[in-house]
């Protein structure tokens, strides 16, 4: 059994999270530290930040820490994996932090889902997203979206080239305003801002969205897709803290199906990240899908998590004794849990439950 008392709040989250994927078939995957740079260098449109610290191996070859754990392990996956491989991870990233803009070694934990993707990964990854969101804290949401379906409804009305474009860009930022500008400059139609207007809404009635979005565009199988997706975590119990948002997709480079971000309350920016990103995989020349996320513990580090009441249970004011009394003594008090703190006069700068001599003797309290 692990004492939960000795952990810090990230080392309880992650220990949390691995016992969660790994109940779903999850098997640990190790990486090294550091690739060669040209990774990321191709890549840098999928990376948090584009700034990365590199240095020369012995042979002269460019290196980078690693900066991102999902592209080291499509890197090194077999081109055609066979089956389904499920893999979580928990390790060290190097990157600048949101939250000091500088240089951290930050630990990243989440899982990847590679190989013949189908619907039953798909949800049960999302269901994991959701669940790995509870393990952190009561207050969270969810937010989801799907890139395959906002492409085929943008694509129906007959939306495309630029003015595909700027219209992304208008459900991105939720900008009303721009979408009633092209409107009245004759840029898009009145259908056709119908639909948008629908996509910048934010959505936590499933049904409500595809009714409208029927309504516009009739059915298609993205629809679908996302539609049993929606279904399968309501199934579950797990919608009431997931928000349709299709403003989470700005940069369809990577991502060909579901996309979700998670919050935490309390923390400035998202703390979990992911989707479904088979044209990644495809640009890496794997003949396989892809869907995981990534939880950022570093997001944690405003989050006002409880702090303990004491810095230990128990100081022990011990001053001439001998050493073996001493250990003894510690020992004994320490026996059911207590954190005990042996010093040879009342210190001032921590708190404590009480303090004791070496005979028992209840000296002071300390809050």
């Given at each position: 059994m692990i004492d939960e008392k000795l952990l810090k709040k990230e080392?309880?989250?992650?220990?949390?999270?691995?016992?969660?994927?790994?109940?779903?078939?999850?098997?640990?995957?190790?990486?090294?530290?550091?690739?060669?740079?040209?990774?990321?260098?191709?890549?840098?449109?999928?990376?948090?930040?584009?700034?990365?610290?590199?240095?020369?191996?012995?042979?002269?070859?460019?290196?980078?820490?690693?900066?991102?754990?999902?592209?080291?392990?499509?890197?090194?996956?077999?081109?055609?994996?066979?089956?389904?491989?499920?893999?979580?991870?928990?390790?060290?990233?190097?990157?600048?932090?949101?939250?000091?803009h500088s240089f951290k070694e930050i630990v990243q934990t989440g899982l990847e889902c590679v190989g013949n993707i189908a619907l039953y990964e798909i949800c049960e990854v999302v269901s994991l997203a959701v669940k790995s969101l509870e393990a952190i804290g009561e207050n969270f949401k969810l937010d989801i979206s799907h890139a395959g379906l906002l492409s085929s409804l943008l694509s129906s009305v007959g939306l495309e080239g630029e003015t595909e474009k700027k219209v992304r860009e208008c459900i991105y930022r939720k900008n009303s305003g721009e979408v009633s500008s092209m409107m009245e400059e004759g840029k898009i139609s009145a259908s056709q801002t119908a639909l948008v207007n629908a996509l910048m809404r934010n959505y936590k009635n499933p049904e409500e969205l595809f009714d409208i979005l029927e309504s516009l565009c009739g059915d298609s199988e993205e629809m679908r897709e996302f539609k049993a997706v929606c279904s399968a975590l309501s199934s579950l119990g797990l919608f009431k803290n997931v928000n349709i948002n299709f403003s989470l997709i700005n940069d369809m480079s990577y991502y060909s199906g579901v996309v979700f971000k998670g919050y935490i309350e309390g923390a400035p920016s998202s703390v979990l990240s992911g989707g479904q990103y088979d044209k990644l995989m495809k640009k890496f020349k794997k003949k396989a899908g892809a869907i995981g996320f990534a939880v950022y513990l570093d997001s944690f580090e405003r989050l006002n998590f409880e702090a303990p009441e004491y810095d230990a249970d128990i100081v022990l004011i011990a001053n001439g004794e001998k050493t073996e009394e001493i250990i003894k003594r510690a020992e004994e008090l320490s026996m059911d849990g207590s954190r005990v703190l042996v010093q040879k006069k009342l210190p001032s700068d921590i708190r404590y439950r009480k303090a004791l001599d070496m005979n028992g003797k209840e000296l002071s309290e300390n809050a």
């Open positions: 080392e309880l989250v992650v220990y949390m999270l691995r016992s969660l994927y790994r109940r779903y078939g999850y098997a640990q995957y190790k990486m090294s530290k550091f690739e060669e740079y040209d990774l990321y260098v191709k890549n840098k449109d999928f990376l948090v930040s584009d700034r990365i610290i590199t240095f020369n191996d012995t042979n002269g070859k460019l290196l980078a820490l690693k900066p991102d754990v999902t592209l080291s392990i499509i890197n090194h996956i077999s081109e055609e994996p066979e089956g389904v491989q499920k893999m979580y991870y928990n390790e060290n990233v190097y990157r600048v932090s949101g939250e000091s």
